[in-house]
């Protein structure tokens, strides 16, 4: 696909790129067609939405060999999938269902066991429950596939030493929200990522695991050696042995290794699909996430239509906390509600997600600017490090593009293919 600048406003774009872009986000495509596929069976996607508007909406490579990406193709967003989540809790809270500084125990009386009756979902949703740590709950991967159990544990567990202190929660984030999500509505994370988000949002790119049998999106294989260097014996030895180590590498190998997880990823059809892993197995195009941060952007509304009231966002900008992160070696997360926001170029001030390999949803309130970002690439090795940062080129040339875009506002139909 391509289109005519000229007639239509719309920037022409690579070959290898299909979509539509306005002028204004030239940058953006060029940087993305380089940085972004390339390989066989690599790709990904991008959109940018400003007041409500795509303009932009890209993609390239292969969502798997000799499958080419397409605007419905969907990725594994993992740690991204933490926001999405985070989402559903503030839609309940904005119906009164959930108070922020209510016990979690208030609503899930399980959860009161071992001394947990104080935590409140503030402090759950801020990553400062002190209920980070893999070995605690679980054994293997086929523990860690058992969502309701998850959550049991959960309920039944004891905080550590680092309850009340930012400690990224890795995997146990989503169990804990999906465990109180479930004790106020009866249902489960995944329905609740349609009832709650994709569906008052009209858009089809947000789904908790496998998408559904007839739905448009479709996922894209995972690219790369994904974590098989960790499998190895010495390393499983290694990381067995940090559990007890003291300070940042204890806490984060507690946060997100176990013997045998990283069979999580393995195979064509790789067993995260198969659970429900609200903190991690999000299936998501790059435009259901740019329309889930759009309505955080620009005050709670989609399309005329309030999906959140102006109290909740204003709840849901707030930093919780600035202290360093004891699981991320003591990164400045700036923990938010179940968001991050991030200290560089165009990240400052607005918030979002990011995940393993870079893909992220992000919201930038101050220009009504939200982005999704997702491809499929995961591997052990210096190709992967540069995906981690993608937010690093892409939120500093999308907030240039949104300035640039505000002083001639267009209203863009996508091209024919």
């Known amino acids: 696909m391509s289109n005519d600048a000229f007639s239509t406003g719309l920037v ?10 306005t002028a204004e986000f030239r940058p953006l495509v060029r940087t993305f067609a380089r940085m972004v596929g390339g390989k066989p069976g690599a790709g990904g996607a991008l959109t940018v939405h400003l007041r409500g508007e795509p303009l932009v909406e890209i993609w390239t490579g292969e969502a798997a060999p000799r499958r080419p990406w397409d605007a419905d193709t969907g990725a594994i967003v993992f740690s991204a999938t933490k926001g999405i989540a985070a989402t559903v809790i503030h839609r309940l809270a904005d119906r009164g269902l959930i108070d922020y500084d209510a016990p979690v125990a208030h609503y899930w009386p399980e959860f009161a066991a071992n001394g947990k009756g104080r935590i409140t979902v503030r402090q759950l949703l801020s990553h400062r429950a002190g209920l980070y740590g893999l070995p605690e709950i679980a054994r293997g991967l086929e523990d860690v596939l058992d969502h309701r159990m998850m959550e049991e544990r959960l309920a039944a567990a004891k905080p550590d030493h680092l309850l009340g202190l930012p400690t990224y929660h890795a995997l146990t984030y ?4 999906a465990g109180l999500a479930r004790a106020v509505t009866g249902r489960g994370m995944a329905e609740l990522f349609r009832t709650e988000v994709a569906e008052p949002l009209g858009t089809e790119g947000i789904h908790l695991g496998r998408p559904p049998a007839g739905s448009p999106t479709s996922a894209a294989m995972l690219y790369g050696n994904k ?3 960790v499998g190895t014996d010495y390393v499983s030895l290694a990381l067995g042995r940090a559990y007890s180590v003291p300070g940042p590498l204890g806490a984060v190998v507690r946060a997100l290794f176990l013997p045998g997880l990283d069979q999580l990823l393995e195979g064509d059809d790789p067993p995260i699909l198969r659970t429900e892993l609200g903190a991690g197995n999000g299936v998501c ?8 941060y759009s309505a955080l952007a620009n005050e709670g509304m989609h399309q005329g239509r309030r999906f959140l009231s102006p109290a909740t966002i204003r709840a849901m900008r707030r930093v919780e906390s600035y202290r360093l992160d004891r699981a ?4 400045p997360m700036m923990w938010h509600m179940g968001y991050h926001s991030l200290p560089v170029p165009g990240a400052r001030a607005g ?3 990011i995940g393993l390999g870079g893909s992220f949803g992000w919201a930038e309130p101050r220009l009504g600017l939200s982005v999704g970002f997702v491809h499929n690439r995961l591997g052990i090795g210096g190709s992967t490090s540069l995906d981690q940062l993608a937010s690093a080129w892409v939120l500093p040339l999308a907030v240039r593009g949104a300035h640039a875009a505000r002083r001639t506002p267009t209203h863009v139909e996508p091209a024919a293919a």
Do not use: Q, R
Not at 174 to 177: M, S
Not at 285 to 292: D, I, N, Q, R, Y
């Open 351 to 353: 918030f979002g997600h």
């Open 174 to 177: 989503g169990w804990l929200l």
């Open 227 to 229: 974590l098989s260097a």
């Open 285 to 292: 195009t790059a435009k259901g996430l740019a329309t889930v």
């Open 12 to 21: 022409e774009l690579p070959t290898t790129v299909g979509g539509y872009a």
């Open 328 to 331: 991320l070696f003591y990164v």
